[in-house]
């Protein structure tokens, strides 16, 4: 696989904004470690090997287990995630996937004895912008592992 653009060449000053909300995205209300928990979930839900490739090394190099990285895929029937945790992986599933109607009552009041008002609305922007990634980087195919350098993840050891 190749890529097919360098969307970052080409629209630097939009990847440049992209890249400004995501490290805004990492300063907000939602902690790191469930942060990595929907970019990995996002990307399973939308294919993305790219963002996948990348978050699992995240992951690794963030301390989180091993198994634990496994059972993203499996949340709802693994015991290894917290009552929060598990809320915040219910929402980025239907964010990511638009029920059509929107998003039912019943999934944002389970959300939303987890999260508050503000960190609800972090955790959105975390979805938006995990999906926004993804879809550059499907659309253009970039290949998993050519930024591994870039953002330091060969610290990962998972080459």
Known sequence: MSQRIDYAKQSSELVRKMTDLS??????????????LVDIRASQLNGCAFCLDMHVKEAKIQGERELRVHHVAIWRESTLFDERERAALLWTETLSRLPEGGVPDA?????????????????????????????????????????DKLYGLEKANLA
């Open 23 to 36: 490290m805004a995205v990492k300063q907000g209300a939602i902690e790191k470690s469930v942060l990595t």
């Open 107 to 147: 999934i944002y009041a389970q959300v939303r004895e987890h999260f508050s008002e503000k960190e609800i609305v972090d955790l959105t922007f975390a979805v938006m912008t995990i999906n926004a990634w993804n879809r550059l980087s499907i659309a253009f195919q970039a290949v998993p592992g050519s930024a």
